[in-house]
């Protein structure tokens, strides 16, 4: 392409112009820089960077609650008598058989009630029979016009009461004897013994719990965690449970129930997970709990990348093609957050990077940068 350059050359009789043709590309450069067409001018800064993070369930770096195994059944074991304890037969970690003898009280004032119970229930039965003695001599001399009807009605309620004696010290007895029976506790169920309230020697009262019997068929792993994660937590939340010394161990768990009160001194609610039977954990282990499984990741976000729009909770997505990116906002179904995270239930899917710093500043399809880790 040909182009022609102008050159004015002042002189003092007049204006000479004079045509200069030369070959020569047409550019920017070749333009005055006071008109501000210059290359640079013309450049546009690069799209910023942004803080993300890349959407995963985390696994055990994940937050973590501390937690122990129980049994679904377990029952606090006491006598129903008042007495002192002489003998207990099982310590704690004992495994035991329904009827096995746990622990037994000192039975000699206990023998020396049903002994008086049962000379009570024989002097009773002496008064009755002299009574009926009595009723029938009186009705033997009514019917010879001997003894008088109020005589014969005498003999009568003397004999009624006597019937009522004998009933009650019969009663008593049978006290007596089932108190007797109470000085023997044994186990109502196959178990494990897994706490211990009173040594032997002790002087227990009528329902002092003594130890507590937990079964072995049903076991679960309970925590504590604080209100505000219950907060939309669904009935069945899905959990794994390992131990620290086994980390590669893993267990799924479901939630059984949530306690409905919360503990007044740390304002905490306790969970129930529901354990597989192929668990290996033992009745009292500590182990630790996460929201989320394999085959149910728990996916969270943190918690600045969140914001509301239209009375609903949105995020930053980070759309790549190429060396090119942009931005997009998705609604979200939040669950409930801990220590930062929130629980992500629906809208998003692991693999997704959200944008989690300067959330406010962002448009919807705004070109972006290069990620940077927060």
Same mark, same amino acid.
């Given at each position: 392409?040909?182009a022609r350059?102008?050159?004015?050359?002042a002189g003092r009789?007049?204006?000479?112009l004079?045509?200069?043709?030369?070959?020569?590309?047409?550019?920017?450069?070749d333009?005055?820089?006071w008109?501000?067409?210059?290359?640079?001018?013309?450049d546009?800064?690069?799209?910023?960077?942004?803080v993300?993070?890349?959407?995963?369930?985390?696994?055990q770096?994940?937050?973590?609650?501390?937690?122990?195994?129980?049994?679904?059944?377990?029952?606090?074991?006491?006598?129903?008598?008042?007495?002192?304890?002489v003998t207990?037969?099982?310590?704690?970690?004992?495994?035991?058989r329904k009827?096995?003898?746990?622990?037994?009280?000192?039975?000699?004032?206990?023998?020396a009630?049903t002994?008086?119970?049962?000379?009570a229930?024989?002097?009773a039965?002496?008064?009755?029979?002299?009574?009926h003695g009595t009723l029938?001599r009186t009705?033997a001399l009514?019917?010879?016009?001997?003894?008088?009807d109020?005589?014969?009605?005498?003999?009568?309620?003397?004999?009624?009461?006597?019937?009522?004696?004998?009933a009650?010290?019969r009663?008593?007895?049978?006290?007596?004897?089932? $108190?007797?029976?109470? &000085? *023997?506790?044994?186990a109502?169920?196959?178990?494990?013994? @897994?706490?211990?309230? /009173? !040594?032997?020697?002790?002087?227990v009262?009528?329902?002092?719990?003594?130890?507590?019997?937990?079964?072995?068929d049903?076991?679960?792993?309970v925590i504590d965690?604080?209100e505000?994660?219950?907060?939309?937590l669904?009935p069945d939340?899905a959990?794994?449970?390992w131990?620290?010394?086994?980390p590669?161990?893993?267990?799924?768990?479901v939630?059984?129930?949530?306690?409905?009160l919360?503990d007044?001194?740390?304002?905490?609610r306790?969970?129930?997970?529901t354990?597989?039977?192929?668990?290996?954990?033992?009745?009292? $282990?500590l182990?630790? &709990? *996460?929201?989320?499984?394999?085959?149910?990741p728990?996916? @969270?976000v943190a918690a /600045? !990348?969140?914001?509301?729009?239209?009375?609903?909770v949105?995020?930053?997505r980070?759309?790549?093609?190429?060396?090119?990116?942009?931005?997009?906002?998705v609604?979200?179904?939040t669950?409930?957050d801990?220590?930062?995270?929130?629980?992500?239930?629906?809208?998003?899917?692991a693999?997704?990077e959200?944008?989690?710093?300067?959330v406010?500043?962002l448009?919807?399809g705004?070109?972006?940068?290069?990620?940077?880790?927060?």
């Open positions: 392409m040909m350059r102008i050159v004015a050359i009789g007049g204006l000479l004079a045509l200069a043709a030369f070959p020569a590309p047409v550019t920017a450069q333009l005055p820089r008109l501000g067409l210059s290359s640079e001018a013309a546009l800064p690069a799209p910023r960077p942004v993300t993070e890349i959407l995963e369930d985390r696994g770096a994940a937050r973590w609650v501390p937690g122990v195994v129980a049994s679904k059944t377990q029952v606090s074991m006491a006598f129903q008598t008042l007495g002192r304890m207990r037969q099982v310590e704690l970690g004992d495994r035991v009827g096995d003898v746990l622990a037994e009280l000192a039975t000699e004032d206990l023998v009630n002994r008086a119970a049962r000379a229930l024989d002097a039965e002496v008064q009755l029979s002299t009574a029938e009705r009514v019917g010879r016009s001997v003894a008088s109020a005589q014969m009605e005498q003999a009568q309620r003397a004999a009624t009461a006597a019937e009522a004696a004998v009650q010290a009663s008593q007895l049978a006290r007596a004897e089932d $108190a007797e029976g109470f &000085a *023997r506790m044994t109502p169920f196959d178990g494990v013994i @897994s706490a211990i309230y /009173e !040594a032997p020697g002790a002087v009262g009528a329902g002092a719990p003594i130890l507590q019997l937990s079964a072995e049903w076991r679960e792993a965690v604080p505000t994660t219950l907060a939309g669904p939340a959990f794994t449970v131990q620290r010394n086994a590669d161990e893993e267990v799924p768990a939630l059984n129930r949530i306690d409905p919360a007044v001194a740390t304002r905490t306790r969970l129930y997970l354990l597989p039977p192929e668990a290996q954990f033992r009745l009292g $282990a182990v630790r &709990a *996460r929201l989320g499984t394999v085959g149910a728990a996916l @969270s /600045e !990348a969140c914001f509301t729009r239209d009375g609903g949105w995020v930053w980070v759309r790549r093609q190429g060396e090119a990116a942009h931005v997009e906002a609604a979200v179904k669950g409930p801990f220590l930062g995270r929130v629980l992500v239930l629906e809208g998003l899917e693999g997704d959200i944008v989690i710093r300067g406010n500043s448009q919807d705004q070109a972006v940068g290069r990620r940077v880790d927060p």
